[in-house]
């Protein structure tokens, strides 16, 4: 007869069996584990995702704002929008459009303005003391086409620290005041809803113009009667101006401001520069699009 194993065996095989159980279990829990990762990631994903077309949703939107924006000031009829800076309302597919349009000839021209007015436009935004004086020779020096540094300014020698060389010549955007000494990412933008690169020209518009920018360049500040006035009809408290005629747009550099959101939180701007040609075959031209 076989022998029957004896205790000890026994225990030795039932010790076995457990560890094998917990080994199984510890399996299973890892499988679940990677499992769950496998999910999550793919959730992850799906979320990633559907954040990317939503996105893609509002820029495009966000164009067709744009064009919604054209088609209104190319109209002759009672649809055509008038130039007055103030926000309008449009709606494309489940997208809310906030729409500006700002004359570019009622804002400071960056790289035609006289020492006297670089100061007013600091001034206005705050700038003071050795600050105001550092930051408004560096930008004379900017635009000028010598390499002699103002008493308080900065030609090339300043920059080569930094791996570029000044312009000396005309600003390209606003944006790019960025890169002169003396100015900071809140002064400049601070300065951009009232400045442009974009004059075509003509001379400055004070029908239209940015409050801050009469202060500028009438040499009142921010706190004359013309800013206070321009203020109030960019407010409505008064009665808004408009063109009386759109021919009066035709050459002339219009600023549009398209903002579009979705219902989900997604959102895109354009700003764009354009100007309406007058003519049939080529009605408008675009000058910037960001």
Do not use: C
């Amino acid at each position: 007869m076989p022998r029957r194993p004896g205790p000890v065996a026994r225990s030795v095989r039932e010790g076995e069996a457990g560890y094998a159980l917990l080994a199984a279990v510890a399996g299973i829990v890892i499988f679940a584990l990677l499992a769950l990762g496998q999910v999550t990631a793919m959730r992850a994903a799906v979320v990633s995702a559907q954040a990317e077309i939503d996105q893609a949703r509002a820029a495009a939107a966000a164009d067709a704002g744009v064009a919604i924006t054209i088609n209104h000031l190319l109209d002759t009829g009672p649809a055509r929008w008038t130039l007055d800076g103030r926000p309008r309302q449009a709606r494309f597919e489940a997208a809310q459009l906030a729409i500006r349009i700002d004359d570019e000839r009622g804002k400071v021209p960056l790289n035609i303005i006289e020492e006297d007015q670089v100061t007013r436009m600091l001034e206005i935004i705050g700038v003071q003391d050795q600050a105001l004086r550092v930051a408004r020779d560096s930008y004379l020096d900017w635009l000028d086409d010598d390499d002699e540094p103002r008493l308080n300014g900065a030609e090339a020698e300043y920059y080569h620290r930094f791996g570029y060389d000044p312009r000396n010549g005309p600003l390209n955007t606003p944006g790019e005041m960025a890169r002169i000494r003396g100015f900071t990412p809140r002064m400049v933008a601070q300065l951009t809803p009232f400045v442009t690169v974009y004059f075509a020209g003509g001379v400055f518009e004070t029908r239209y113009a940015q409050p801050q920018a009469l202060g500028v360049m009438l040499g009142e500040g921010a706190g004359g009667p013309a800013a206070i006035a321009q203020a109030r009809e960019a407010a409505g408290q008064t009665t808004a101006l408009g063109f009386a005629d759109a021919a009066e747009l035709v050459g002339r550099p219009l600023g549009l401001h398209v903002t579009a959101t979705l219902p989900g939180g997604a959102r895109a701007e354009r700003h764009v520069i354009v100007e309406l040609t007058g003519a049939e075959a080529r009605p408008y031209i675009v000058r910037a699009f960001s």
